[in-house]
């Protein structure tokens, strides 16, 4: 579904990303791991468009969209929810899902049903702004946010960041519905349970490199902890 292939990335002259490569399947959960500061965020920022892809090559679902927009990159069957949530403050709940809907132009308005099925806890919050929802309400929308766009692709930047356990729980069992559902998953995870919990693939990134890449059960606990202590 996705394929990133070679890409070097980063910010003015500072390079970041170096001859990255990286594939996430249809159906499966792709995680990005490694320390503070290896990249992981600007390689998620580089598949979707917001930063320039300085070599190499990204193609999505068969089509090359190196060079393609953000948005037209969503329109194409990329969903994000970047790290810290970006949702709209001053929208409501309900707000915030429908400009993601017709922003993207692909899904009906099933799409939201759908995504309120995964997320109920949203339901009742759904006239609420969202700059007044917690994080870990702020964080399943923007999971929703990004679902209701009908990815092929989910990528995810830290959905779990600072956010309670019963929540975790639950974003876990939503991305795993997603992935169930044949959706391509990519998430950066900084809590390694989780992470090993729902990686069925895992690409591990030190200094900008890739280091390890392989399933799940390529990288055993011991393995994952000495590439990614701090
Ligand atoms: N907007 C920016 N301008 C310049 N340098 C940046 C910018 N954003 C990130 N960097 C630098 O790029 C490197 C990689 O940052 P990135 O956020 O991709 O890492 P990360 O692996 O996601 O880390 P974290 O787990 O802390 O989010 C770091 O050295 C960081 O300081």
Redesign the pocket.
Known sequence: MLEVEGVGA???R?R?LFDVSVRAEAGAVTCVL????????????TVAGLLPAVSGRIALDGRDVTRLRPHLRVRAGLGYAP?GHGTFAPLTVAENIAVAREAAGRAGPEAVQDALELFPRLRPLLDRRAGLLSGGQAQQLAIARALVTAPKLLVL??PTEGIQPSIVAEIEAAIRAVAARGTAVLL?E?YMDVALRLADHAVV?DA?RVVHSGPRASLDDADARRLIAI
Do not use: F, I, S, W
């Open positions: 980063g910010y003015g500072a970041v490694g320390r503070n500061g290896v990249g992981k965020t600007t390689l998620l920022d790290q930047d830290e950066v900084q990134l900008g």
